[in-house]
């Protein structure tokens, strides 16, 4: 873990504008810059960076939050990671704080090899473009498939020399640990010598999420009936086969912006693509998905579009491991490439546009493309059809997140009328299916203890599609129960009120440290008024006021910094929304009307009194309404009286605070 010095040192030395503006145009606007919103297409700047607050909010796809926040998002790093990538642009060394002796062990292993990837990377690539085996060998066939320089070195692709041990040579006399070499796969061990494993091939880098570079793919180029086409890197540290998607560090913001991920089946695929101009598309290495892989495209989309060759071994790569997207909630389609074409070689053929056009009118749905398949096989045989039947059912039966329920009542729908099979039959099969998937989550429950096996169904699962509910006279309810319907007047109090508390806890983020009278700050007085914790409906925001207070009595002395980029997410989050800037006074205001404009800095005083008499005033109308409700009930005459002077109290209190507001009420 990273400790909490380094992170205090991270914050100290952010700035949103430096932060932002590594990947955004930006052009001052006020006090505020514009730019175009990188998370979605947009032609007018609808993207707003507010320097003082540190936020940034675009009001065309509504996205928002801080400098970390924003690295989070764009790159789409966690947390650590995004602190990893401040601390590298603003030379903070980075502390760990206490691990023990075997996560030291490991975190110095991973980043050893992340120091010899590196420098293979820049060795191989130099090899390509500047030796003469590398250019009459490597280069020219890269060029004789198409590949253009700028994306060659774009990938970094290199080239490996076929003498037996010069990069082994190269590599030793740089003093590389021989047994990292080992472990990194790029050396072997023959007859007590360093040779090179990578031998006569090009170069295929792969990259992490952060760009550094995590192992490699060497094709080989001369043809050896002996040799295997592709040698990769063997797992260790960095490299875990299961884990990766070749292309996912060049390929994840167009993946994002455009909502959708290509999968292909090759490195070259991959490449091809992104010199057509097609960005969105990551690459699985020809061999099954995996739950971690289909979890990275989640992290970018929930729209795959996996893109195969059209022969037999194409629709049986296809079809693998697909039922794993479905319970991941992934929308799958498959597009089969025609005439023995793979995706490098059909780009280059058809074009770009040709290509895209291509792909946008034959994507098919994977469980109707399953059935279809299925079908053809079956081929009238009564016994495979019902093996059919029951694939099927299985596959939408791993649909189980409960926001999809829609989407499998209609897959039943239509692969019932496929079938020709009755929709009630269908529906019990699938079912039976969901039935022994819970069973299963719950046998594995009660073998890892009483402890873990309480509760419901896991979050997101709904076990079985629901009876429909009647009433009395046996009518079946079309909604829900009259009680549970919000009136709209009930609703836009709940905002209105909501609305008020964040205003009184923006006032004390941004002016908390102000002068007041005297010696007293704002906080002093802030929490002078504000006695009552139940002044407060919203506990998220009571709990920001109530984190405040602690820090300021601790003698600290906090920030709408603090809280933006508080170690809680949650915090963090309502904090941004909070601190949001939807409007700002245009500067050529003063230009226009020669006057002076007063900010929100030079009334400080009168948003904070004003905020906590509005609080205020919310606590004694609730009072009012609620003795109100008492003086309907029968009482004794003292009980009645003591009431009605109640009501005269708090009615008086209420026309005091009016007039500090300057709000007249009318009756």
Known sequence: MISQETIQQILSRIDIIDIVGSFVKLKKRGSNYIGLCPFHNEKSPSFSVSPSKEIYKCFGCGKSGNGIGFIMEHEKYTYVEALRWLANRYNVEVEETETSPEYKAHLQVADSLHVINAFAQKYFADI???????????????????????????????????????????????????????????????????????????????????????????????????????????ENELYLKSKILYGTYFARQAIDKQDECLLVEGYTDVISLHQAGIENVVASGGTSLTQDQLRLVKKYTNNLTIIYDGDAAGVKAALRGLDMALEEGLNVKLVLIPDKEDPDSYVNKVGTTAFREFIAANKKDFILFQLEIALKDASGDTTKKAAVVNQVAESISKINKAEDFTKQQDYIRQCSEILRIEEHGFTTLVNKFIRERVSKQETKQQQQGPAQNSGPAPDGDFPFFPEPMYDEDGFEI?????????????????????????????????????????????????????????????????????????????????????????????????????????????????????????????????EVISTLNYLKLRKIKRLIEQNQKDLEQPHTSDEQMMLLQTHMHLKQLEKDILKKVGTVILK
Not at 145 to 171: D, S
Not at 213 to 232: E, M, Q, V, W
Not at 509 to 536: H, I, P, Q, S, T
Request: hydrophobic content about 35%; proline content about 5%; charged content about 30%.
């Open 128 to 234: 390509l473009m500047n030796n003469e085996e590398g250019q009459d060998i490597g280069l020219s066939y890269l060029k004789q498939r198409g590949f253009r320089e700028e994306v060659i070195q774009k990938f970094q692709l290199g080239y490996c020399l076929e003498r037996g041990n010069a990069f082994a040579k190269t590599a030793i006399a740089n003093q590389y640990n021989p047994e990292y070499l080992q472990k990194s796969g790029l050396v072997v061990l023959r007859n007590d010598e360093l040779l090179d494993n990578y031998r006569g091939r090009i170069i295929f880098p792969v990259h992490n999420n952060t760009g550094k570079i995590i192992g490699f793919g060497a094709r080989i180029i001369k043809k050896n009936d002996k040799a295997p086409k592709y040698i990769n890197t063997p």
């Open 478 to 606: 079309q909604g829900p129960p009259q009680q549970f319907q919000q009136q709209d007047d009930t609703i836009n109090l709940i905002l209105k009120d909501e609305l008020q508390e964040r205003s009184v806890v923006r006032a004390l983020l941004e002016f908390g440290l102000k002068e007041w009278e005297g010696k007293k700050r704002v906080a002093d007085y802030f929490f002078e008024e504000m006695v009552d914790d139940d002044l407060f409906d919203n506990k998220q925001l009571l709990h920001i006021i109530q984190t405040y207070k602690a820090w300021y009595d601790a003698g600290l002395e906090p920030t709408s910094k603090n809280f933006l980029y508080h170690e809680d997410p949650s915090v963090s989050s309502i904090v941004v929304s909070i601190m949001d800037f939807p409007y700002e006074l245009s500067p050529k205001w003063k230009e226009e009307y020669d006057m002076p404009v007063a900010s929100r800095e030079d009334v400080y005083v009168q």
